[in-house]
């Protein structure tokens, strides 16, 4: 046999032994009990404790952020639904039992969030009405979302300025309905949620009826001593501002 041969067959020897030591010596004890997989992993895997993080675990890392996504119309959005589109689902959930999130996390954004925004917020026939819808292109004309809207508080700019509400009807100031929502918060609650059944809720109503109730009650259409006297107190225009601001509150 040439020499070449028998070396090559004495590596592959030695390899051979290797492996058969390996798999003798290196296995966890465990190993092969219910079949090809470690047995102690079944306790391991039990054992562990998945975390989800909530909303809450994202405010030591990003304060700025969350306290404008907790004041706004977003609130009923959690953090993953955009994020994790985007980026790894590690931020969804720790197997450690911790629910908090490191301050240097960085949580991707989405790079074109039109793309991200319209699944929500695109005209389509059979969305329900109370969902703010657009037509895309007409909207937008070209821009990213973002230029306009703050992500976490789609209601206001960037820089903090209001934004009506897609379909909203005028020019509206959200920041002045918020001031006169105070008359409302006695009886329908500080956030347009009413805590007894006798109150309506006025979060989340469309901003054309409750701007059209205020009128109606004015006018004396509608007959309550109550709202009637405060209704009187108002202008056309804080009709209009303070029923911004509660159509764009959350319900929850």
């Known amino acids: 046999m040439p020499k070449h041969i028998r070396r090559l067959l004495g590596i592959l020897a030695v390899i051979a032994m290797l492996f058969v030591a390996g798999k003798m010596y290196f296995p966890p004890k465990s190993f092969g009990v219910y079949g ?32 404008t996504w907790s004041a706004g119309i977003h ?16 931020n969804m959930a720790s197997l ?16 074109d969030s039109r793309k991200l925004c319209v699944k929500c917020h695109e005209r389509i026939a059979g969305r329900p009405d109370y969902m703010p819808q657009i037509d895309v292109d007409s ?3 070209g821009q990213a979302c973002t230029a306009c809207h703050n992500p976490h508080s789609p209601l206001f700019s960037n820089v903090g300025q209001p934004i009506v509400a897609a379909g909203g009807a005028g020019t509206v100031d ?33 901003q054309p009826y409750l701007a059209g109730a205020l009128t109606d009650f004015q006018s004396g259409k509608r007959v309550n001593p109550a709202m009637g006297g405060i209704a009187k107190g108002l202008s056309a225009a804080d009709i209009q501002n303070v029923a911004a601001y509660f ?3 959350s319900c929850k």
């Open 36 to 67: 090809h997989y470690r047995a102690a992993s079944v306790e391991d895997i039990a054992g562990a404790h998945p975390a989800y993080l909530s909303p809450a675990s994202y405010s030591a890392a990003y304060p700025k952020e969350y306290e």
């Open 75 to 90: 609130k009923v959005v959690k953090c993953q639904i955009c994020h994790t589109i985007v980026g790894k689902t590690m």
């Open 96 to 111: 450690a039992g911790t629910t908090a999130l490191a301050a240097s996390a960085v949580l991707p954004a989405a790079g």
């Open 139 to 141: 909207h937008s004309k």
């Open 174 to 206: 959200v920041l002045a309905g918020k001031k006169l929502s105070a008359t409302c918060a006695g009886c329908h609650g500080p956030e347009g949620v009413s805590a007894t059944a006798m109150f309506p809720n006025l979060a989340c109503q469309k």
């Open 247 to 249: 159509s764009g509150m």
